[in-house]
C-alpha cells in the first residue's frame, strides 16, 4: 500500500514537472511585443493657458483632423504628424466648460481609445473633456448630497416595442412625502435618453442646485426621444402636432401613464414641466401647445418649426394657437445659444408665431453654439424656477 503511494506522487511530479517544462517552451515561441510610442501616448492635454493639445497615433495614415464643440462651430482642425508617427493639434484659448471631440482619420471616424470618457449617442460616438475653471463650479462633482439616477425599462404598446429612459430621483429621495413635481426633459437628435445625464452632467447641476437650497423637490424623466424606423424618429422635426409624431403618441400613451404609476408624481398642470434642446424642443412643441392642460412650464432649447411647419400651423391648427393664448402657461421660456447659427432662422421664426396668437413667452439667449455648452447653463438658470 505504501509502495502503491509513492508510486502514485512519482508519477503525479513527473507530469507536473513535464507540463511546467512544456509551458516554459511554449512561452519562448511567442515573440516579444516591441513598445512604441503610443503605448504612454497622452492624447488630450488641458493645458493652464485654456488651451488643449490633442494627439493620435497614426503613422501609416496620411489625413487626420479632429473636430468638435470645442472648436465653437468651426470646422474640423487639420492635426500635424510628427516624425514619430503622432499627429497632433492645439487648439485657441477655450472658454472653462465640458466639451466633445474626435478624430477623423483618412476619412474616418475614430473615437479616441485611451479616453474613458465618451459621449454615447444613437448616431456617433464622440470623447470629451473638461477645460476647468470657476465657471463650470455649477457643474461640477462636488461633496454634496447627491441625487440617483435610475435606468428604467418600459413597454410602448404604441410603438410594440421595449423602450428606456433615465429617472433621476433628488437627494434624500426614500424619506420624502407626498407627490412630487416632474419634469420630462428631452433630449436632441444626435444624442439619446442618458445623454443628459452623461456629457450633459445634469444630474450634478441638480445635485449643486439642491445643496444650495435653490430647488423644489422634482422627479426628472429622461426619455429615448428616437423611435424604430429609418428616420430614427427625426420626423418630429417635421410635425407639427402629436398625431403626426410617434414619439408623442408614445409619450402620451405609453410612458407618461407608465411614470405615473411607477413614481409618486403629481398629475396637475402646475406640477408638471417640459424641456427639450434641439429635436427635443420641436417635441416640447409638439406636445406642450397641443396639451396645453398637461403642462404649467415650458422650456424649448435650441430649436423651432420649420417653414412648412409654420404654415401649417397657420393654415390648419391657428384654432390651437388660440387656445393657449386663452390659457398661458404658468411660464415659457425659449431659450438658444447666442452663436447658434443652426436654429438661429427657426427659432425667430417659432418666437415670431408666438407673438402673432399672443401666447405669453420669455427669449433667453446666453453664451454657446448648439451643443451642451449652451443648454446646460439654460437649465442651471431655469430649474431654480420650476414649481414656484
Not at 347 to 371: C, F, M, R, V, W
Request: proline fraction near 7%; aromatic fraction near 10%; hydrophobic fraction near 40%.
Amino acid at each position: 500500500m505504501k509502495e502503491s503511494t509513492v508510486k502514485r506522487s512519482q508519477r503525479y511530479l513527473s507530469l507536473v514537472l513535464f507540463v511546467c517544462v512544456a509551458h516554459t517552451h511554449s512561452q519562448s515561441q511567442i515573440p516579444t511585443r516591441i513598445p512604441n510610442i503610443n503605448d504612454n501616448l497622452q492624447s488630450v492635454e488641458v493645458k493652464p493657458d485654456n488651451t488643449v493639445t490633442f494627439k493620435i497615433y497614426a503613422p501609416q495614415a496620411s489625413s487626420v483632423t479632429v473636430s468638435g464643440d470645442f472648436l465653437m462651430g468651426a470646422p474640423a482642425a487639420a492635426m500635424t504628424k510628427g516624425d514619430n508617427g503622432v499627429w497632433s493639434f492645439t487648439s485657441n484659448v477655450i472658454p472653462p466648460d465640458s466639451y466633445t471631440y474626435n478624430f477623423n482619420v483618412d476619412g474616418i471616424s475614430v473615437m479616441d481609445t485611451k479616453s474613458p470618457n465618451f459621449r454615447d449617442n444613437p448616431n456617433s460616438l464622440f470623447n470629451f473633456f473638461t477645460m476647468p475653471g470657476p465657471d463650470t463650479d455649477f457643474m461640477a462633482l462636488k461633496d454634496v448630497p447627491h441625487g440617483r439616477v435610475e435606468k428604467v425599462i418600459y413597454h410602448s404598446t404604441t410603438l410594440n416595442t421595449e423602450r428606456r429612459m433615465h429617472v433621476y430621483l433628488p437627494p434624500n429621495f426614500e424619506n420624502i412625502k407626498g407627490k412630487l413635481p416632474v419634469l420630462y426633459l428631452l433630449h436632441g437628435g444626435g444624442d439619446n435618453d442618458i445623454s443628459w445625464t452623461s456629457t450633459g452632467q445634469v444630474n450634478l447641476i441638480l445635485d449643486n442646485l439642491y445643496a444650495e437650497g435653490k430647488l423644489k423637490n422634482m422627479i426628472v424623466v429622461m426619455p429615448t426621444g428616437h423611435v424604430p424606423g429609418p428616420s430614427r424618429g427625426m420626423m418630429s422635426l417635421m410635425a407639427v402636432d402629436p398625431d403626426n409624431d410617434p414619439f408623442a403618441q408614445d409619450f402620451l400613451r405609453d410612458l407618461v401613464p407608465f411614470v405615473q404609476k411607477t413614481y409618486p408624481i403629481s398629475t396637475r398642470r402646475e406640477d408638471t414641466a417640459i424641456a427639450g434642446f434641439s429635436m427635443g424642443g420641436v417635441q416640447t412643441l409638439n406636445l406642450a401647445l397641443w396639451r396645453p392642460e398637461m403642462f404649467g412650464y415650458v422650456f424649448p432649447m435650441s430649436t423651432g418649426f420649420f417653414p412648412d411647419g409654420i404654415k401649417q400651423i397657420d393654415e390648419k391648427y391657428s384654432s390651437v394657437m388660440k387656445n393657449v393664448a386663452a390659457h398661458p402657461f404658468k411660464l415659457m421660456i425659449v431659450g438658444r445659444g447666442k452663436d447658434d447659427n443652426l436654429t438661429r432662422v427657426n427659432n425667430q421664426a417659432t418666437l415670431d408665431l408666438l407673438d402673432k396668437y399672443g401666447i405669453p413667452h420669455q427669449y433667453k439667449e446666453l453664451n454657446g453654439a448648439h451643443s451642451f455648452v449652451f443648454s446646460r447653463r439654460f437649465l442651471a438658470s431655469v430649474f431654480p424656477l420650476l414649481f414656484r
